[in-house]
């Protein structure tokens, strides 16, 4: 389960999409906005994406970790538009039989959609805004 969205990101809702009664480990990465980046008061941030591409390298992050672990569910959701300090831009869970396989798969998730999926940042400060590159 996939989704790129300007709607605020339901944590919990997606956390809960990876519940399942076999599973006795999930992991989950919530990346939110955070108040300051080098020094700087960031007031905002704001993301764009090439939304079909974006879409399509998202699915391939899924179809890799089901390929790697033995992975019951797998959600990914990231937020496109104006998101706010203290807000989630992407939400990432995953559950597995064990906390080892999901932590990786949860891993692996965040690092290849910051290397691979066309979604870009774009930082808001008090005196000017800067987009920042997608590698971490």
């Keep these: 389960m996939i989704k790129i969205t300007n709607e605020v990101l339901d944590r919990d809702a997606i956390i809960s999409a990876v519940e399942v009664d076999s599973a006795g480990g999930i992991c989950s990465f919530i990346g939110t906005v955070r108040n300051a980046t080098n020094n700087k ?18 699915q391939k992050i899924v179809d890799d970790i089901k390929q790697k672990w033995p992975v019951k569910m797998v959600v990914i959701h990231h937020r496109t538009g104006l998101v706010n ?52």
């Design 41 to 58: 008061k960031v007031q905002r941030l704001e993301f764009e994406a090439y939304e079909t591409m974006a879409l399509k390298e998202l």
């Design 85 to 136: 300090i203290g807000e989630d831009a992407v939400v990432i869970a995953v559950s597995s039989a064990h906390r080892k396989e999901a932590f990786a798969a949860c891993q692996y998730a965040i690092d290849t959609l910051k290397q691979t999926v066309p979604i870009w940042k774009k930082e808001v400060f008090e005196d000017g805004e800067e987009w920042v590159s997608a590698h971490p």
